[in-house]
Structure formats: C-alpha cells, structure tokens
C-alpha cells in the first residue's frame, strides 16, 4: 500500500511560472486536502475536498487552485508562482469526521 | 475563527520524565482534537484522537485530556525516551468541514 503519493519532491520555479504538484492516495478515501508549512506558522489548510467534484476553500486559498476529478487523485495548481509561496507543501487524506489524516512526504517548493 | 494555540517554545526535559505538551482552543468546543508526531523532514503522523464527550484516552506511553472548560487538551509522554524528540501538533475540525486545522506545534527534545 503506497498511501498518499506526492511528487515531485523538490521544485524551484521563477516568479511567473506555473505548475501543479500531484497528489494520490490508494486508501480509498473520500476527503483530501492540501496544507502548506512554514516555519514558525504551523500547517495551514490551503483547499480541502470531501468527494470527486467537490472542493472548497481553506484557510489560505489565494493564489492556488484544485480539482477532483476521481477520487484518487487530488492536484494543487500555482497559476502564477510568487515568492511567498515557497514552503513546503503537505497533501493528505481521511475517511471523514475525526479520522486519521494521512500525510504525504511533502513537496519542497522554491520560487524565485 | 477556530484556532488552535501551542506553545512556539521548544520543550526540554530529561529521558525517563513525564512530558506535558499543552494545546488550546478558541471559540466553541471542536468535536474533536487530534494530536500528530512530526519528525524533521516528514510528514506528521497521527498519535491520538479525543472526542468532545471523552475526558481522556490512552495508547501506550501516550496520554491526551479534554477539558471543556479550560478549552484545553494536554497530551503527556510518559517515561520519555530521546527518541520521543520531535514535534507535537495538535489539530481540531476547521470550520464546518470535517478536515483539521493545526496549530503550530511544540518542539519536544528528551536529553539522555
């Protein structure tokens, strides 16, 4: 069992660029979300979804955008890369209310 | 906004001690919280979950309380090892959605 896939790892970008980290889970799970890690900030919760075809907004959801097209598959797009979006960024899954979130490696994310 | 605050300050003690790691809340009471291990360079990993009718639970070394009234959870490692070291977040549901919002976490370093 893989459980919830991020890829890639690393990535730098240039201010400007955009790009979509992928994320996919093998658990079966109906909700997914995306977090973002800074130092000194905690995880903050950037867009979660709780099905394929519903997504909705988190804490910090300026400057990303989601899908969920199956229920496998969870992607993150930075339409147009800023600075302030290097952090490392979490995906992670759940079978619902209260139940254990699993996380992904992380994907390191620097813009330029 | 629901928030969840820990202490930014790292927690030193020494191996074989009991470690109190402590985590607040704000606004109404969460249906649940749930405390996640971290280790540097990963993805964090759930340890324990409480649910608002519980007062507390226990696995192991691992202990968490829920007191409703403080608006505070506690979650004690007994007999601490050096391995216990990492980083403890505590999270509760964010919103009306069922996907967790996370505070900062507390830095946890058990000295041999």
């Known amino acids: 069992n893989a459980g919830v896939t991020q890829t890639p790892k690393f990535q730098v970008l240039k201010t400007g660029q955009s790009m979509t980290l992928q994320c996919a889970q093998d658990?079966?799970?109906?909700?997914m979300s995306w977090y973002r890690q800074d130092p000194g900030m905690g995880l903050r919760l950037i867009h979660y979804?709780?099905?394929?075809?519903?997504?909705d907004q988190g804490e910090v959801p300026n400057g990303y955008n989601v899908s969920r097209s199956t229920t496998e598959d969870f992607p993150l797009r930075l339409l147009s890369a800023a600075p302030s979006q290097t952090s490392v960024y979490f995906c992670?899954?759940?079978?619902?209310?209260?139940?254990?979130?699993?996380f992904g490696a992380g994907t390191r994310l620097s813009v330029l | 906004s629901q928030k969840i605050e820990q202490n930014s300050e790292a927690l030193n003690i020494q191996e074989g001690k009991t470690a109190t790691l402590t985590c607040n809340y704000t606004?109404?009471?969460?249906?649940?919280l749930q405390w996640y291990r971290q280790d540097p360079g990963r993805g964090p990993v759930f340890l324990l979950l409480?649910?608002?009718?519980?007062k507390e639970k226990r696995k192991e070394r691992l202990k968490v309380t829920f007191d409703t009234t403080l608006k505070q959870s506690l979650f004690h490692i007994t007999a601490s090892q050096p391995a216990d070291s990492a980083t403890y977040l505590c999270?509760?549901?964010?919103?009306?959605?069922?996907?967790?919002?996370f505070g900062r976490g507390t830095s946890l370093i058990v000295h041999p």
């Open positions: 409480i649910r608002e009718n519980e």
């Open positions: 999270a509760r549901e964010w919103g009306g959605s069922y996907i967790p919002t």
């Open positions: 992670a899954s759940s079978n619902g209310q209260g139940d254990i979130q699993y």
């Open positions: 658990m079966n799970h109906e909700y």
């Open positions: 606004n109404y009471s969460p249906a649940y």
């Open positions: 979804s709780v099905g394929a075809g519903i997504t």
